[in-house]
Nanobody, 123 residues
Framework: QVQLVESGGGLVQAGGSLRLSCAAS????????IAWFRQAPGKEREFVTA????????YSADSVKGRFTISKDNAKNTAYLQMNNLKPEDTAVYYC????????????????WGQGTQVTVSS
């Protein structure tokens, strides 16, 4: 198991940028695939983007392609989500998730979750 803590959320105007961090405990972080999901009020949790444990494979939702970039620094036990050109519809709680096996858009494939960080984009 790995414990995950997200940070970096906040309030930003449309068109702005934020970088979320996902700090992990444990010495096996490098073996984990990492994903970001988000959940807006009254909506189901949705997949944002994911990266393989070695960083060679990335999947992203169509809604964030070209705007959001996921990365993983195994030396720092931290994953990141760089979000550019933010839109009001990006407003949500963002969750970091990790899995030794699963990689993709299905939340059930991830068995390690952070507590979430709020991102609010004003118009």
């Amino acid at each position: 198991q790995v414990q995950l803590v997200e940070s970096g959320g906040g309030l930003v105007q449309a068109g702005g940028s934020l970088r979320l961090s996902c700090a992990a405990s444990g010495r096996t972080f490098s073996r984990y695939n990492i994903a970001w999901f988000r959940q807006a009020p009254g909506k189901e949790r949705e997949f944002v983007t994911a990266i393989s444990w070695i960083g060679s494979t990335v999947y992203s939702a169509d809604s964030v392609k070209g705007r959001f970039t996921i990365s993983k620094d195994n030396a720092k036990n931290t994953a990141y989500l760089q979000m550019n050109n933010l839109k009001p519809e990006d407003t949500a709680v963002y969750y970091c998730a990790a899995s030794l096996i699963g990689l993709g858009e299905n939340s059930i494939d991830y068995n390690n979750w952070g507590q979430g960080t709020q991102v609010t984009v004003s118009s």
